[in-house]
């Protein structure tokens, strides 16, 4: 790597890159790509859960008495604004430090921490406002026929708040995914630490190779999760198998709330 | 990385590696304002290239909507990549130089504003376009002068996300030595100087809701019919 100069050709870059993949030495130990893909993968796992297990019956709690909306829209603003790098950078030199933490690796804890943080924002507004955008008059109906406040919330509310409350967890997995790439940047775990190694040895190689991995790995988590919210619209679903056009599509659209990824 | 014991040599809350440290902020005075200026241009360099690429792709996503469906979806792709992979993705074109730090967030923009501007040209009234167009205007004129000023809103509220993400996302741009107070960051992860990270990310909190508040205030000066004329 020729520090302040690009123009290295495609070509090579792409044949360096293969060779990269092929040469076993960087699979293997602490830092080959296998461990560091593991870490990757027990931190976002770890996070999701621990941020959908707080965050969704909150949001949807919030949204179910509807309370707590501006709470809603200020989190997910703040939580915008607050660069990852530095929430990462203040725990891991701050009083929780970068302790090896078992198999999440170095500053382990720290990085957990900061995707859990990063995590919530998403899944509790999507939920609250998922909550809240339930058709009233539909549940003015079912609260006529009869149901209970749990009855309604289980069999009315929760299903048609599904769509928004599968794209938040849709957006927390996201945005976990990319937050611990930058947990390289404080020397902590996971795959955003091939990139750093790459940058330190001016390997140009190594450094598209571990971009590479962490980029197509985020693209097939989102689209995943794309797959798994259109199977649990009920309203999209039924319009599906009615031959009729989705309206909206696949996309989010600007009003649902995301966050910034890292 | 090995930390130091620390000695009691000095008196100031420096050496004692405060997180709240005024000697910090008057001693290294010059140091913040570099990284701040630098901060500012990337930023704002970023997201008005990702503005100027947003405009065109937006209005051919509407007049061809056969390719909405490509642009949303190409963007949202672009938005799902992490930003240090982004950035290690451009290197091999455009090498350790701010132009990787400026492309990769120029992505990002405007994979952001795209969706805004669709959105806002989608929700301009109909009747109106078709008053406009029974006045005689032209496609161009009816784009400058009638829909773009009602799509006004939904565009500054996609610049308002664009530059806030954007301040928090340059701090990464360290990677290539150009991340304005993420260069800060990365510096005191190595030496473990609290001031000096405390000091970085709240300024960089700052930053961000200063570009908002700045955003705010010129839409409400952009479009002052939302006021005048309330129905």
């Known amino acids: 790597m020729d520090p302040g100069k690009g123009g290295v050709g495609v070509l090579d870059v792409l044949r360096g890159v293969l060779d990269w993949f092929q040469d076993p030495s960087n699979w293997q130990g602490e830092e080959g790509l296998t461990n560091r893909l593991v870490e990757h993968l027990l931190l976002t796992g770890t996070a999701t859960l621990v941020a959908v297990l707080l965050g969704l019956p909150l949001g949807i709690w919030l949204g179910h008495v509807g309370k707590g909306g501006l709470l809603a829209v200020n989190i997910s603003n703040v939580g915008r604004a607050v660069p990852t790098f530095a929430v990462l950078t203040m725990l891991s030199i701050g009083p929780i430090g970068t302790d090896e933490l078992g198999p999440y ?4 804890l ?26 009233r008059d539909t ?8 149901m209970e406040a749990a009855q309604l919330l289980r069999r009315v509310e929760l299903p048609l708040a599904m769509p928004l409350i599968v794209t938040g967890v849709r957006l927390a997995v996201v945005q976990v995914w990319a937050t611990a790439t930058i947990a390289a940047l404080v020397a902590g775990p996971g795959l955003g630490r091939i990139i750093t190694l790459g940058f330190r040895r001016q390997d140009v190689s190594e450094v598209v190779a571990g971009a590479l991995v962490v980029a197509v790995i985020a693209l097939v988590l989102e689209a995943l ?11 999209g679903r039924a319009l599906r198998s009615s031959g009729s056009r989705v309206v909206g599509g696949e996309a989010p659209a600007p009003e649902q709330v995301t966050s910034s990824s890292g | 990385m090995v930390l130091s014991e620390e000695a009691p040599v000095g008196e100031n809350c420096m050496v004692r590696n405060e997180w709240i440290c005024p000697e910090y902020l008057t001693s290294r005075s010059d140091l913040l304002t570099d990284a701040l200026v630098q901060h500012v241009w990337l930023t704002v360099v970023s997201v008005v290239i990702g503005l100027v690429i947003a405009l065109p792709l937006a209005l051919l996503a509407r007049r061809y909507p056969r390719l909405e469906g490509a642009v949303v979806g190409t963007t949202t792709a672009i938005y799902t990549i992490p930003s240090l992979a982004l950035f290690a993705l451009l290197v091999p074109v455009s090498g350790l130089s701010a132009g990787t730090v400026v492309t990769g967030l120029a992505l990002y923009s405007l994979t952001i504003l795209v969706r805004y501007i669709v959105e806002g040209l989608h929700a301009v009234p109909a009747d109106v376009v078709e008053a406009a ?49 993420g260069n800060l960051l990365l510096e005191a992860v190595n030496t473990q100087f609290k001031p000096q990270v405390l000091t970085a990310s709240v300024l960089c909190v700052l930053l961000a809701f200063a570009f908002d508040l700045l955003i705010v205030v010129s839409q409400r000066l952009m479009t002052p019919w939302t006021r005048a004329r309330a129905v």
């Not at chain 1, 549940?139 to 009869?146: F, L, N, P, Q, Y």
């Not at chain 2, 500054?156 to 150009?178: F, K, P």
């Open chain 1, 225 to 235: 999760m794309a797959l798994l919210q259109r199977s649990l619209d009920p309203v």
């Open chain 1, 105 to 108: 690796g170095r500053a382990g």
């Open chain 1, 139 to 146: 549940v003015e109906a079912a609260r006529g026929m009869g």
């Open chain 1, 110 to 135: 720290a990085t957990l921490i900061s995707l859990v943080l990063f995590a919530l924002p998403p899944v509790i507004t999507n939920a609250y406002v998922g909550m809240r955008e339930v058709d």
């Open chain 2, 133 to 181: 167009q029974g006045m005689g205007y032209g496609a161009r004129r009816l784009l400058w002068t009638v829909e773009l000023p009602l799509a006004l809103p939904s565009v500054m509220a996609g610049l308002r996300v664009a530059a806030v993400s954007t301040v928090a996302l340059t701090t990464v741009g360290s990677i290539v030595s150009y991340g304005g107070l």
